[in-house]
Structures are given as C-alpha cells and as structure tokens.
C-alpha cells in the first residue's frame, strides 16, 4: 500500500478525459489500496476548475454540476483530507519566501510536507506528490518529496 498526495492538477484528471487519465483512475481504484490525501484548499480548487471548464464551454452546465456532486462524494469516501491549518498557512508562507510558487500551490505544497512529516514520525509510508505542474513538480523535489507527473504517461481516453 502507498500513500499520494495529490494536488489539485492531479485529481481534475480523475474527472476529465486528458493527459494522465488513465494513469490517475489506476492510482484511485480501491483495489489497489493506496492511501490518496488532499488538500482542504482542493475544496474550492477542484469545483472553481470543474466550473472554469463549464464557463468554458468544455462541459455542460449539467455535467458540470454532476461532476461536482462526483468529487465531492469522492471527497468525503475516497480522500483523507488534510486540513489547512495555521501551522500549513505560515509554512505555505515560508514556502513562498524561498520558492517562486503561487498562493494555493504553496498551500498544496505545505500540506504535503505536513503530511510527510507526519509520516516520519509515525513510521507510516512517505506520500508521494502527485502533480501535472512541471514547477511545482521541481520544487516539491527539491523539499524532498518523492513526486509523480501523471503528464508523463501517455494513454488518453
């Protein structure tokens, strides 16, 4: 069994047909029991990508809203949210002063961390952090993350 972090680039192609769909529905089925954490931010992060395709016109109104309901029933069933405490946002700020990352990647970034650390200490597996952002990817090496880039494996659907 491992544990994933995924961040929010990671779990939208858990819902739409692109790079790195069929990798990540792999990573989700429960029969292979992995551990999949996310961020409380993906949340909000998540539905704002679900409805910024809508707006889009890439999905329909009602697809969109079915996606929603989807994700958020994954949500509660399938994800162990990590919660974006005081403690994450001061490190997601601490993040942002020695790394050129975006608010809400910080907070992804930190939650992960959170969780790594958690990890140690309790000697459970460390989570590897999944991603489709190619700097965010870089940067999580560089604070000792493990990373994966669904990006890279090719098969669409």
Known sequence: MASYFL?????????????????????CLPAHGNRLYISQAALVEVVATICRKAREQLVTVTERDLLIEIFRQDSQNNYTIIPVTTSVYTSAGNLCRSQSLRAYDAIQLACALSLRDEAVVSQAPLP????????????AGEEGLRTENPNTYQSRE
């Open 7 to 27: 961040d929010t680039s990671a779990i939208v192609k858990r819902y739409f047909p692109e790079q790195g769909h069929t990798w990540i529905l792999a990573l």
């Open 128 to 139: 590897i952090f999944v991603c489709a952002d190619s700097n965010l990817i870089t940067i």
